[in-house]
C-alpha cells in the first residue's frame, strides 16, 4: 500500500487534531503522543480523504515506552475500517502492560519510542476481524461508560474555548460579515446533548 498524506487522523482529549501518521513500513504507520502520562482517551479515524483498499482494515495499537528494558509495550485496541471510519479507545489502563490476546500478532513489536505512540496496521479484514476477537476484554467492560467520559470531556474543552472568546453587546464591533450566536445557546445546547448522553451514551446514532 502506498502512502497517502493524511489518511488517518487523531484526537487526544483536549488537544489538536493529529494527521502526522509516519510509515515504518508500506502498511505500518505511527503517530507519536507527546506528554502522554496524563492522557485517558484517544479517537483515531479515517479523514476522509482516501478509503481503504477493499476488503482492507486497520488495526489500531498503542505503545507506551518500558524505561526499565528500553522497549516499547504494545496493546492492541481494536480496529478502523471503511464502514467503521472512527473508534474511541481508553487507554489510561493500559500504559505500561504489554498483554495482546492470545493469536494476536504485534507488527511493531520491533519498533521502540521514547513516547507513546498510535500504530496503524493495515491488513486485510479477515485478519483484522481474527485478531481484534483475541483482544482481552476490559477489566470493568466500561465501554459505554469510556465513551461517554471522553464526549463529556470534549464537550467541556469546546464549551471552554468558544467561552474565552465571548463579549458583551456593549464590546461588540459592527460586522456585517461576521455571525455570532449568544452563548446561552451554546449552553443550553451542551446541556441537552449531555443530558442526553448520560441516558444513552450511544443516542446519536439514531
Not at 498503542?62 to 528494558?69: A, L, N
Not at 474511541?88 to 494476536?104: D, M, P
Not at 456585517?176 to 443530558?195: A, C, K
Request: hydrophobic letters at 35%.
Amino acid at each position: 500500500m502506498t502512502e497517502i498524506p493524511a489518511m488517518f487522523g487523531l484526537i487526544v482529549s483536549g488537544r489538536i487534531v493529529q494527521t502526522d501518521f509516519q510509515p515504518l513500513t508500506p502498511t505500518n504507520l505511527v503517530s507519536t503522543i507527546p506528554d502522554a502520562e496524563n492522557i485517558n482517551h484517544v479517537v483515531v479515524f479515517l479523514t476522509g480523504l482516501t478509503p481503504f483498499p477493499p476488503d482492507m482494515g486497520g488495526l489500531v495499537f498503542f505503545g507506551w515506552p518500558d524505561e526499565t528494558t528500553g522497549s516499547s509495550n504494545w496493546q492492541l485496541l481494536g480496529f478502523i475500517s471503511n464502514e467503521k471510519p472512527s473508534a474511541i479507545f481508553k487507554v489510561s489502563n493500559l500504559k505500561k502492560t504489554s498483554s495482546l490476546g492470545a493469536g494476536c500478532q504485534n507488527p511493531f513489536a520491533l519498533h521502540v519510542s521514547k513516547n507513546a505512540q498510535i500504530g496503524i496496521s493495515v491488513e486485510p479484514l479477515t485478519s483484522v476481524q481474527q485478531q481484534v476477537s483475541q483482544i482481552p476484554s476490559s477489566p470493568d467492560g466500561s465501554t459505554a461508560s469510556n465513551f461517554r467520559d471522553f464526549c463529556t470531556k470534549m464537550l467541556e474543552n469546546f464549551m471552554n474555548y468558544a467561552s474565552s472568546f465571548s463579549q458583551a453587546q456593549s464590546q461588540m464591533v459592527p460586522n456585517p460579515s461576521e455571525q455570532y450566536v449568544p452563548l446561552s445557546t451554546l449552553q443550553s445546547w451542551y446541556n441537552n446533548f449531555n443530558r442526553r448522553l448520560e441516558q444513552n451514551p450511544y443516542f446519536w446514532r439514531t
